[in-house]
């Protein structure tokens, strides 16, 4: 079966500090992955999708950028982080084009 | 216009009562909706898929979709306490590969023993 790993589940950086959030998933090859955002009581915002190695789709300009160096990890970064970047983010994964996804655990990001 | 809009709530319900959750969605040309359940602190949990018009059953839960109204609800009946949840509407709108799922802002439950 499949299954989607993402860590750290929470994580406490200062502001102007690199960050690097992976996900990665079993039991599949070549799915769609996505990160999203969700700030307090709030919906999620997406924020990247991959339909493929290498291939990266942004839908926020901002102080984030991703990267899929193999077919099944999906990896967010940030040179800098603001306050603004505190949230929870999300990675998702899609088996096929046009049907639902699937989340990871979610990592607490607080940037103070 | 937001692209998928829900009413926030909170939406209070009595414990065995049916609970109607409502979402519109701008783009016509979205195919795939879903339903997802979320707890406090966790992530979102799938629910329900519907693709065609109609209604589509599962259990407790029954979705409705009407594309010529954009329009999709989610119906729980016999709710229960740990239904309390808040409850994201989220439409596919990719075409072929590049599939993006788009999520309205939720609507919080609460089953009211």
């Known amino acids: 079966s499949q299954t989607i790993h993402q860590w750290p589940a929470t994580l406490v950086q200062p502001v102007g500090s690199p960050l690097s959030l992976e996900c990665t998933v079993e039991?599949?090859?070549?799915?769609?992955l996505y990160w999203y955002r969700q700030a307090a009581g709030r919906g999620l915002q997406l924020l990247f999708y991959?339909?493929?190695?290498?291939?990266i789709s942004s839908e926020v300009p901002q102080n984030l950028s991703a990267s899929r160096p193999q077919d099944r990890q999906f990896i967010l970064s940030s040179k800098k982080l603001l306050l603004s970047d505190s949230g929870f983010y999300l990675c998702?994964?899609?088996?096929?084009?046009?049907?639902?996804?699937?989340f990871g655990q979610g990592t607490r990001l607080t940037v103070v | 216009q937001k692209e998928v809009e829900q009413n926030s709530g909170p939406l209070s319900v009595p414990e065995g009562a049916i609970a109607s959750l409502n979402c519109t969605y701008s783009?016509?040309?979205?195919?795939?909706f879903f339903w997802y359940r979320q707890y406090s602190g966790k992530s979102p949990e799938l629910i329900m898929s519907?693709?065609?018009?109609g209604d589509k059953e599962d259990g407790r839960f029954t979705a409705q979709l009407n594309k010529a109204s954009q329009y999709v609800s989610l119906l729980i009946r016999d709710s229960q306490p740990s239904d309390s949840a808040t409850y994201l509407c989220?439409?596919?709108?990719?075409?072929?590969?590049?599939?993006?799922?788009?999520f309205g802002s939720g609507t919080r439950l609460s089953i009211r023993p």
């Open positions: 989220a439409v596919n709108r990719g075409y072929s590969s590049a599939s993006k799922i788009i």
């Open positions: 783009d016509r040309g979205s195919q795939s």
């Open positions: 991959s339909v493929g190695i290498g291939q």
């Open positions: 998702a994964w899609m088996p096929q084009p046009n049907t639902e996804a699937f």
């Open positions: 519907i693709y065609s018009n």
């Open positions: 039991g599949t090859s070549n799915p769609n």
